[in-house]
């Protein structure tokens, strides 16, 4: 059933009907869905007052929470200049480590500034692993191939985490994917982490997409659900172990990256960034995310990618190394 599906939504021609689609952000929360709010936000990582999101949770996925943006816009701009910009960077690995074709060990610089051969380099990135580095071919963490996680991305996730119910959970490993207008992702479980009772984060901005969340069993037909800039996925429980993927990339409906009037980088929002490893990234980022004409490299990319941000505590609680 998984397979047919993910063809279905992967059809160029003709296209599949969205009929079946289930789109949050049209939905009021009571709806078919539990919406919980169990806990408040003391500061701020890009993110709204919890009092305002709209969470979302399915009868029949146990475990499973969707969160419909509750991103500020400067908040989601933060993080796409994250992923492209900082993210990219050693110690963090990338897809295109094996090619040689980053000189300084400075993707998105050189993507800027290399006239010829720079949207070549720019479309050529897949994934970034940050933390406990995923084995794309063992599947098994080593300690041996950790890096320490940064801890913006930490304070973000501790932050959600919390709000859902899981104060405990640590970020300590990532994967986050860089996907065009014609990329997809196969269905998969997730299943390296040692604690499969920690909930696994998943944060998407930039174009939209089709997510399918299936079951334990590829025979089970899967949900097809939206997602849009800004929306959090939370596998917890029992959907942790369920199978998904992603079969079409999407125009997204609006661009929600973009600043409202007035809305501000303010001192509020530095105070996690200030945990940084390097403060010289404040001062550059405080200038890019407000100034559109230095904006507009981000919003280039933006406008023909998504990128999703996927976080996961690998360590049983209270555990330190492997
Ligand atoms: O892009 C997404 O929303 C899902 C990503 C994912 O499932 C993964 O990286 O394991």
Not at 78 to 106: A, F, M, S
Not at 183 to 191: G, I, P, Q, R
Not at 270 to 298: A, C, G, V
Request: hydrophobic fraction near 35%; include cysteine.
């Amino acid at each position: 059933m998984l397979k047919e599906t993910f063809k279905y939504y992967k059809r160029k021609c003709p296209p599949p009907s969205l009929k079946e689609l289930i789109d949050f952000s049209s939905k009021d929360s009571t709806e078919n869905y539990a919406t919980s709010c169990l806990g408040q936000i003391n500061n701020s990582v890009g993110l709204t007052p919890s009092s305002e999101w709209k969470i979302f949770q399915l009868e029949d996925k146990p475990g499973f929470i969707f969160i419909s943006n509750p991103f500020t816009s400067i908040g989601q701009r933060y993080w796409i200049c994250r992923c492209v910009k900082h993210y990219t960077r050693k110690p963090n690995r990338l897809n295109l480590d094996v090619h040689g074709d980053i000189k300084d060990g400075d993707w998105w610089t050189q993507c800027q500034n290399d006239y010829e051969q720079g949207s070549k380099l720019m479309e050529k990135l897949r994934w970034a692993t940050l933390g406990y580095h995923h084995n794309w071919d063992t599947k098994v963490y080593k300690e041996s191939d950790r890096d320490p996680f940064p801890e913006d991305l930490a304070a973000l996730s501790k932050q959600v985490a919390s709000i859902v119910g899981f104060p405990q959970f640590s970020a300590e490993a990532a994967i986050v994917n860089y996907y065009h207008m014609d990329s997809t992702l196969s269905c998969h479980t997730d299943h390296s982490e040692l604690n499969l009772d920690a909930p696994l984060l998943s944060y998407s901005f930039g174009q939209s997409a089709i997510f399918l969340l299936g079951g334990r069993s590829k025979e089970e037909k899967p949900l097809a659900i939206r997602i849009d800039s800004g929306d959090i996925v939370i596998m917890s429980g029992e959907s942790r172990h369920y199978y998904h993927g992603i079969p079409l990339i999407m125009p997204a409906k609006q661009s929600s990256w973009n600043l409202k009037a007035n809305e501000e980088f303010s001192d509020e929002f530095l105070r996690p960034i200030s945990l940084m490893e390097n403060p010289e990234i404040l001062d550059s980022m405080h200038q890019e995310l407000q100034n559109d004409k230095l904006w507009e490299p981000f919003e280039k990319y933006i406008s023909t990618s998504r990128i999703n941000m996927n976080v996961r505590q690998v360590l049983p609680f209270g555990q330190s190394s492997l």
